[in-house]
T-cell receptor, first 114, second 111 residues
Framework: DAGITQSPRHKVTETGTPVTLRCHQT?????MYWYRQDPGHGLRLIHY???????DKGEVSDGYSVSRSKTEDFLLTLESATSSQTSVYFC?????????????FGAGTRLSVL | DAKTTQPPSMDCAEGRAANLPCNHS???????VYWYRQIHSQGPQYIIH???NNETNEMASLIITEDRKSSTLILPHATLRDTAVYYC????????????FGTGTRLTIIP
């Protein structure tokens, strides 16, 4: 257990509505990540953060924004949800900044956009 | 990151050792081998990693060939709870934040 809590665990929303997913960690790690997982695509990195207010894009960042105003929370926002954003979203943290570079994952949020 | 090749599925009898192969023939000198697994509907779970030497922890052993072009993850006494998809990942440790999960090996432990 890497002290990661994702909320909500399940959400159903309608196309065009804003959605915010929260990732909370209790161990004060600098690096945090958001991935999505879809059948046939594996896990794909959306955004990541390397410190408070320091974020960068991953490979599938279009339609998503993130914020990190404090170390423990990393928020993922879908400004206007679309059906293509129906997915399982995983948050991850990296323990430490040196070697080894290992990511630990939360339990996931299952999002359905109708 | 180097490309990896894993068999799509394997079965193993409960209590026996499960040996999961991974081919990474294009691995470069600064790339590590990581293994993760994902039990149905759960988040991926880190298992073990290595660079050149064989490694062992409380979950598994990792055997890396001398030329580093392939590796084997060994679960010494498989239980039903080890049924999962196992991913072999090869990547440099820094300058690349993305973990690239391929299709993995679906390991089924048979009672």
């Amino acid at each position: 257990d890497a002290g990661i809590t994702q909320s909500p665990r399940h959400k159903v929303t309608e196309t065009g509505t804003p959605v915010t997913l929260r990732c909370h960690q209790t161990e004060n790690h600098r690096y945090m990540y958001w991935y999505r997982q879809d059948p046939g695509h594996g896990l794909r990195l959306i955004h990541y953060s390397y410190g408070v207010k320091d974020t960068d894009k991953g490979e599938v960042s279009d339609g998503y924004s993130v914020s990190r105003s404090k170390t423990e929370d990393f928020l993922l926002t879908l400004e206007s949800a679309t059906s293509s954003q129906t997915s399982v979203y995983f948050c991850a943290i990296r323990r430490g900044t040196g070697l080894p570079d290992i990511q630990y994952f939360g339990a996931g949020t299952r999002l359905s956009v109708l | 990151d180097a490309k990896t090749t894993q068999p799509p599925s394997m079965d193993c009898a409960e209590g026996r050792a499960a040996n999961l192969p991974c081919n990474h023939s294009t691995i470069s000198g600064n790339e590590y081998v990581y293994w993760y697994r994902q039990i149905h509907s759960q988040g991926p779970q880190y298992i073990i990693h290595g660079l050149k030497n064989n490694e062992t922890n409380e979950m598994a052993s990792l055997i890396i060939t001398e030329d580093r072009k392939s590796s084997t993850l060994i679960l010494p006494h498989a239980t039903l709870r080890d049924t999962a998809v196992y991913y072999c990942i090869v990547r440099v440790n820094f300058g690349n934040e993305k973990l690239t999960f391929g299709t993995g090996t679906r390991l089924t432990i048979i009672p």
